[in-house]
């Protein structure tokens, strides 16, 4: 019988490519605000991040389908945002947090409902290097990325008595987009060139591993080696 994995924001981009890859192996349970994908192994269910009391009913749907969960990846969230701290509203601002950061706690909330007296758990929140270093006008975002990172810390610490790890992943530039890269884009990384979805999968892959209990409260960095580059105007 198949483990319970559930990923949130599977419509596009990392999130989709989890879904497509890990329905070989897991029980994929895809969430989401945008579209159903459609991935062969995925069950979906249209959910927002932004509402608590959805992502509960929500969890509650899949505990009525499956039972239980062995694994979350909280990869869904706003993108990014960019704007200048004159220009963006607090409104807008606590949404992306609210999206990004409390989204990510209320899943991790009931997903360990429903991994309750399972052998294990592991808990998989997507970051961002932005949380380390960032741009002008990522504010908000950068700010939701570190928070999650926090949280991460926390969460470990916290479930030191249950059979559950919690880990991040800081991705740095993924390319996810059809749009052509230019030979600079590669060779400005360390590693030579700029990521792909793929790269992920392997760190989600690694991380879950039910025998890999000995990594815990860890912010996996996967960026090419960028965000330990010195550069010089």
């Known amino acids: 019988m198949k483990s319970v994995m559930i990923i949130t924001g599977v419509s596009q981009g990392i999130g989709y490519s989890l879904a497509r890859h890990f329905a070989e192996t ?3 349970v895809g969430l989401d605000i945008g579209d159903d994908p459609n991935l062969e192994g995925v069950t979906f269910f249209k959910m927002d991040l932004e509402q608590p009391e959805e992502v509960k009913q929500t969890f509650e749907r899949i505990r009525d389908q499956f039972g239980s969960a062995h694994v979350l990846v909280n990869n869904g969230g ?9 220009e963006i509203d607090v409104e807008t601002f606590k949404r992306v947090i609210d ?6 706690f209320v899943c991790a909330k009931y997903f360990l409902q429903l991994n309750e007296g399972e ?3 592991r808990i998989v929140n997507i970051a961002s290097t932005r949380a380390l270093q960032n741009e002008p006008d990522w504010d908000a ?15 470990a610490i916290s479930l030191g008595g249950r059979p559950v790890t919690v880990n991040a992943i800081s991705p740095g530039w993924i390319h996810t987009s059809d749009e052509e890269l230019r030979q600079i884009d ?31 409260g860890h912010n996996l960095v996967v960026d090419g080696g960028m965000t330990k580059k010195m550069i010089y105007e």
Do not use: W
């Open 119 to 121: 052998s294990y758990g």
């Open 78 to 86: 706003i993108a990014s945002l960019v704007q200048p701290i004159d």
């Open 26 to 28: 897991y029980e994929v």
């Open 186 to 216: 590669h060779t400005q990384h360390p590693s030579g060139r700029v990521g792909e979805p793929l790269d992920i999968v392997r760190a989600v892959r690694y991380l879950i591993d039910p025998e890999n209990d000995f990594v815990n």
């Open 141 to 155: 975002y950068g700010a939701s990325k570190g928070g999650i990172v926090g949280l991460t810390h926390s969460l």
């Open 99 to 104: 999206i990004n950061l409390v989204g990510t």
